[in-house]
């Protein structure tokens, strides 16, 4: 059974910078999107980014993060990750990683979800 294990959340102020890594485990994985995701308090969860495993290219990035996030993944180390750039307040939340066994266009279509990292930009 495939488990999905974030790191990399911290305490950071405006502006700065952080790299948060999703590291697959417990089974095969060859999944056909990895995603991210964040849920900040009082919020729903949303859509952040998200990447065809077998293509790093093909990439979509939520308007909020887009041009400061960039999402990728390294598939000798079933590792995933997102670097965070130029980050705000607005930015803090917890982040997920998941992963789609076929295409994902909806947060439903992920079937398995890590237990998150959090990230907290201060001003």
């Known amino acids: 059974q495939v488990q999905l294990v974030e790191s990399g959340g911290g305490l950071v102020r405006l502006g700065d910078s952080l790299r948060l890594s999703c590291v697959a485990s417990?089974?095969?994985?060859?999944?056909?999107?990895m995603g991210w995701f964040r849920r900040a308090p009082g919020k729903e969860r949303e859509f952040v980014a998200r990447?065809?495993?077998?293509?790093?290219?093909?990439?979509l990035y939520a308007d909020s993060v887009k041009g400061r996030f960039t999402i990728s993944r390294d598939r000798a180390r079933n590792t995933l990750y997102l670097q965070m750039n130029s980050l705000k307040p607005e930015d803090t939340a917890v982040y997920y990683c998941?992963?789609?066994?076929?295409?994902?266009?909806?947060?439903?279509?992920?079937?398995?979800w890590g237990q998150g990292t959090q990230v907290t930009v201060s001003s």
């Open positions: 417990g089974g095969s994985f060859s999944p056909y999107h």
């Open positions: 998941a992963s789609s066994e076929r295409l994902a266009f909806v947060q439903e279509a992920y079937d398995h």
């Open positions: 990447i065809t495993w077998i293509d790093e290219n093909n990439t």
